[in-house]
């Protein structure tokens, strides 16, 4: 058996990478996370999809982020994603009626996720989107994506992001729309079709 001598740093070899987590169920997650359209409203939008990573394999335990403007192109500043009770400090959940624009939902064990919302007005010449900040095993930093919405083919066409992209990239971007109110957008990590993701600086 060669022993190593470890006295000095030049002779330590590199432990292995460890993947980060699964730790998103522990905390993040809350009650009603998915809901963030006020409880009846008609112009309600469900988004749906999967998670996969390279192979195309579900991830069971990401989480994934939405942010939307208000259908009037506003941003919401309302606060009640995850009210507490000031006297307890219980977790009441939404109120149910006032839009936040915020949801924070966990894959389930096929990978798939959903957020129940209000379709997003269009703000400061993009086309209508809803911003996205995943969270996955293996990854050290979470990545920033966008859902647009089809049926304005104009605004499509004319938003900054997409206009730089190629077609087979920027389908990547853009949800389809299963039937009337339901929207399909799966969030590839690598690999063949990856989802085109955002860096910010």
């Known amino acids: ?26 905390a993040l997650p809350f009650r009603g996370g998915e809901d963030v359209a006020p409880l009846g409203h008609p112009d309600t939008v469900t988004v749906h999809g999967y998670v ?21 192109g506003t941003v ?35 990978g798939h996720w959903y957020v129940r919302t209000l379709r997003p007005g269009a703000r400061g010449g993009s086309a209508p989107y809803l911003s996205v900040c995943v969270f996955a095993r ?30 087979e990239r920027r389908a990547t971007l853009i949800a389809r729309e299963e039937s009337s109110g339901t929207y399909r957008f799966d969030i590839r990590l690598q690999g063949e079709g990856e989802t085109v993701f955002l860096e910010f600086r």
């Open 138 to 167: 293996g990854l050290l930093v979470h990545l920033f994506t966008r859902i647009y919405f089809p049926g304005d083919e104009a605004a499509l066409a004319a938003d900054p992001l997409l206009a730089r992209l190629q077609d």
């Open 76 to 110: 919401p500043t309302t606060d009640g994603s995850m009210r507490r009770d000031p006297a307890t400090g219980d977790f009441l959940g939404r109120n149910g009626v006032e839009f936040t624009g915020f949801g924070r939902i966990q894959t389930d064990t096929d």
């Open 1 to 26: 058996m060669t022993k190593i001598d470890t006295s000095s740093p030049e002779n330590v070899l590199p432990t292995p990478s460890h993947t980060v987590g699964p730790f998103y169920g522990y």
């Open 52 to 72: 996969t990573d390279g192979e195309g394999k579900p991830l069971p335990d990401a989480l994934v982020e939405v942010w939307g403007a208000a259908p009037d």
